[in-house]
Antibody, heavy 116, light 107 residues
Framework: EVQLQQSGTVLARPGASVKMSCKASGYTFTSYWMHWVKQRPGQGLEWIGA????????SYNQKFKGKAKLTAVTSTSTAYMELSSLTNEDSAVYYC?????????WGQGTTLTVSS | DIVMTQSPATLSVTPGDRVSLSCRASQSISDYLHWYQQKSHESPRLLIKYASQSISGIPSRFSGSGSGSDFTLSINSVEPEDVGVYYCQNGHSFPRTFGGGTKLEIK
């Protein structure tokens, strides 16, 4: 059974950086893209970017270049996203989801609240 | 970037109705179009892949059609549990993009 287990709720200060994780199980981690999706309260889904753990190739939404950094550790089947220079606009739920063209498995989401 | 436009933004229906949700891509994406359902406080769930392919475990009342740039998600005989927001997604190229969503309400 494929599972994506995300790290817990985060409270951060404006200007800080945070790193969240997504631990995969039940499939070959290195063979599928891992994507990250942002959802602000009451808003739609926004694709941040993706990493291919097999070779660490990445693709980013231009909007999130410089904001998000995607990495992956194959030995632990864990993907990471680091968000930097946080503002209130970064307060959201962040999902990891695996797939190539479509996304058939999703994590439970990590809630980030940015507040002073 | 490929822009995905969904309509209507909100749909209020009666149980048993047949409904159609529209999704349009700003350029042709062949059949690389996928549909998701998101219920309140839950992660999105894949409903239909490649425009019309069914997904195991998804009720048969959900179906998809279209190709190129115009797509439709149909729900045959809506049930109260179908309340939520429905998103289409471009799976043709990076960046992946989502439509703004259609919120389905039950009268």
């Amino acid at each position: 059974e494929v599972q994506l287990q995300q790290s817990g709720t985060v409270l951060a200060r404006p200007g800080a950086s945070v790193k969240m994780s997504c631990k995969a199980s039940g499939y070959t981690f290195t063979s599928y893209w891992m994507h990250w999706v942002k959802q602000r309260p009451g808003q739609g889904l926004e694709w941040i970017g993706a990493i291919y753990p097999g070779n660490s190739d990445t693709s980013y939404n231009q909007k999130f270049k410089g904001k998000a950094k995607l990495t992956a550790v194959t030995s632990t089947s864990t993907a990471y996203m680091e968000l930097s220079s946080l503002t209130n606009e970064d307060s959201a739920v962040y999902y990891c989801t695996e797939g190539s063209s479509y996304f058939d498995y999703w994590g439970q989401g990590t809630t980030l609240t940015v507040s002073s | 970037d490929i822009v995905m436009t969904q309509s209507p933004a909100t749909l209020s229906v009666t149980p048993g109705d047949r409904v159609s949700l529209s999704c349009r891509a700003s350029q042709s994406i062949s059949d690389y179009l996928h549909w998701y359902q998101q219920k309140s406080h839950e992660s999105p769930r894949l409903l239909i892949k490649y425009a019309s392919q069914s997904i195991s475990g998804i009720p048969s009342r959900f179906s998809g059609s279209g190709s190129g740039s115009d797509f439709t998600l149909s729900i045959n005989s809506v049930e109260p549990e179908d309340v939520g927001v429905y998103y289409c997604q471009n799976g043709h190229s990076f960046p992946r993009t989502f439509g703004g969503g259609t919120k389905l309400e039950i009268k």
